[in-house]
C-alpha cells in the first residue's frame, strides 16, 4: 500500500485556544487532530494533543493517541516526534510525521502572533450591555467581590447567581442576559448552597424548578482545572460563572502575580464572565472602610474589570446584617454609587435558614456612620431627582457650604450641577445607580477625563 500523505491542507476549526486538524483521504475523514490549551512557561510553549484515525473505521471510535502533553517550541521539535513514531507500527503506511509538521507549524504561528488586527470602526459589535447584572457584574472579563470573612459573600454571589438564571431583579434590577450559572467552589458543598437556595427562593416566590444553577466542587487549582470548567460552562449552556474563592482558586502563594496572572488568564479561557470572591489582608480589615484592595498580588484588582469592596457596617437585631458595598474599579464604564446591601436570615429552631431576604440601595445609608460626606451625598442623589443644597443639607445635617465645597474639589466629575439665574444652585447624580456623563459649564469647555 502507498503511503498516505496530507498534501493539501486540512478543514481547521479555532475554538478558544483549541485548534482541530482533518484530513479527507478518498473523500472519507481520515486523519483528526486536536491541539488545546497551548500555554507559556518561560521560553517553552507547551499544548496538550489527542489524535484520531477514522478511515475506513466505525464511528466512536477512541483515540489511537490520548491526550499527551507537549512541548512543542524545541530548535528540532523533539517534543511532539514520540507520536509519530508511537504510531508508527499502527498506521505504517500514514505519514503522521508530515501531518505534525504542518500541525505544529500552524499552531506555533497562530499562538505567537495572535489574531489578524481588525478596523473596529468598520464591525459591528452589537450594543451589548457593560453589565450582566447592574451594577454589580461586567458582561465580560472577571468581576471581583472582596471583603472580610464572615460577611455573606457566597450568600451575596449565591443570590445574584439566582438573579441571573431566573431574571428576578433580586437586586433592584433585572440582569440583561438570563441564563443557566456555574457555581465553582473550592470553601463549601452543594448541601449548604442548596439550604440558602431554598430559603432564597421562598423570600422571592421564585420555584425551585426554575433555578437553572449547577455547583461543582473543585481540588486543583484554577489552572489545572480549566479545562473541566469549560466542558462544564459548555455542557450547562451558562452564561455565568462564580468562583469561590480567588485565594483556594490560584494556589501557590497569595502574592505571586505570575500565579495570579495565569489564573485569570485561565478563568477568560473558560469564555464566560466570572464573579469571583475574595477576602482581605488583616490589615485591611483592620482599616474599617471600603477603601482597600483585594489581598494578595496588585493583579488580582488589575486583572477584573469590575471589583467592589464590601465591609459590615452594622448588625441590626437578630440575624440582620448591613453592608457597605463601594465600587473600587471599573473599566469600562464610570463607578457606581455606593451601594448598601440588607442580608436578614429568618432561621428555624435548628439554624437552618428558612428565608432570607436581601434589599438592596441607598434607603439606610444614613445608617452608615463610617461613609464620608461625598458618598453620604451621592446616595442621597441615588435616584437621580435634582435636589438643592438646602435639602441636602436638611436631610443630611450636614452644612451646605461644606458641600459645597466637597463639589468644588471633586475630581471624577460625579456630580452634575445646574445653576439658573435667581434660583439656588441644584445637584443631580445617576437615577441608575453609575455616575453620569457630566456636560461642563459653557465657559470652560474642559473635558472630564474617565477611567
Not at 498534501?7 to 483549541?18: E, F, K, L, Q, V
Not at 489511537?64 to 523533539?78: A, C, E, F, G, R
Not at 431576604?357 to 445609608?365: A, K, L, V, W
Not at 444614613?366 to 453620604?376: D, H, I, K
Request: charged fraction near 25%.
Amino acid at each position: 500500500m502507498d503511503l498516505i500523505e496530507f498534501n493539501d491542507s486540512p478543514d481547521i476549526h479555532i475554538g478558544r485556544n483549541t485548534y482541530g486538524y482533518e484530513w479527507q483521504h478518498n473523500n472519507q475523514p481520515s486523519l483528526r487532530v486536536q491541539v488545546q490549551d497551548m500555554r507559556q512557561d518561560g521560553d517553552n510553549i507547551f499544548a496538550d494533543f489527542t489524535v484520531w484515525w477514522l478511515y475506513e473505521q466505525k464511528l466512536g471510535i477512541l483515540p489511537i493517541q490520548p491526550m499527551t502533553t507537549l512541548k512543542v517550541n524545541s530548535s528540532h521539535y523533539t517534543g511532539w516526534r514520540n507520536i509519530p513514531k508511537a504510531l508508527s507500527e499502527r498506521l505504517p503506511d500514514v505519514d503522521i510525521e508530515g501531518a505534525m509538521t504542518f500541525i505544529i507549524n500552524d499552531v506555533l504561528n497562530r499562538f505567537l502572533n495572535g489574531d489578524a488586527a481588525k478596523a473596529i470602526g468598520s464591525e459591528d459589535y452589537g450594543d451589548d450591555a457593560p453589565f450582566i447584572l447592574k451594577p454589580f457584574i461586567a458582561n465580560s472579563g472577571s468581576t471581583v467581590m472582596y471583603g472580610e470573612g464572615g460577611l455573606s459573600k457566597s450568600l451575596l454571589a449565591l443570590a445574584m447567581a439566582v438573579s441571573v438564571s431566573t431574571g428576578v431583579p433580586i437586586f433592584g434590577k433585572a440582569p440583561t442576559v438570563v441564563g443557566p450559572v456555574l457555581y465553582f467552589d473550592y470553601e463549601d458543598d452543594a448541601s449548604a448552597h442548596a439550604r440558602r437556595l431554598q430559603a432564597l427562593c421562598r423570600s422571592f416566590g421564585i420555584p425551585m424548578s426554575e433555578v437553572n444553577i449547577f455547583h461543582k466542587a473543585l481540588v486543583s487549582k484554577v489552572t489545572t482545572s480549566k479545562r473541566a470548567m469549560t466542558k462544564e460552562v459548555e455542557d450547562a449552556g451558562a452564561v455565568l460563572g462564580i468562583l469561590d474563592s480567588v485565594g483556594m482558586g490560584r494556589g501557590g502563594s497569595a502574592t505571586a502575580a505570575e500565579d495570579t496572572i495565569r489564573m485569570f488568564r485561565a478563568l477568560r479561557e473558560v469564555g464566560v464572565p466570572f464573579l469571583c470572591i475574595d477576602h482581605v489582608s488583616k490589615e485591611a480589615k483592620d482599616k474599617k472602610g471600603a477603601d482597600v484592595d483585594a489581598y494578595g498580588s496588585i493583579y488580582t484588582m488589575n486583572s477584573a474589570r469590575l471589583a467592589w469592596s464590601l465591609v459590615r457596617q452594622h448588625s441590626g437585631s437578630g440575624d440582620a446584617i448591613l453592608i457597605h458595598a463601594k465600587n473600587t474599579k471599573a473599566n469600562h464604564v464610570q463607578r457606581a454609587l455606593p451601594q448598601t446591601i440588607k442580608i436578614e436570615y429568618h432561621n428555624d429552631e435548628r439554624g437552618v435558614p428558612e428565608r432570607i431576604d436581601i434589599e438592596t440601595g441607598n434607603e439606610f445609608g444614613m445608617m452608615l456612620p463610617t461613609v464620608g460626606t461625598r458618598e453620604r451625598v451621592m446616595m442621597s442623589l441615588a435616584h437621580g431627582e435634582w435636589r438643592t443644597y438646602g435639602e441636602i443639607e436638611e436631610e443630611l445635617g450636614v452644612p451646605s457650604a461644606t458641600i459645597r465645597q466637597m463639589v468644588a474639589r471633586d475630581m471624577t466629575s460625579v456630580f452634575e450641577v445646574e445653576s439658573t439665574p435667581g434660583k439656588p444652585n441644584r445637584l443631580r447624580c445617576d437615577k441608575n445607580g453609575v455616575t453620569p456623563p457630566v456636560t461642563p459649564p459653557p465657559d470652560e469647555g474642559q473635558e472630564v477625563e474617565s477611567e
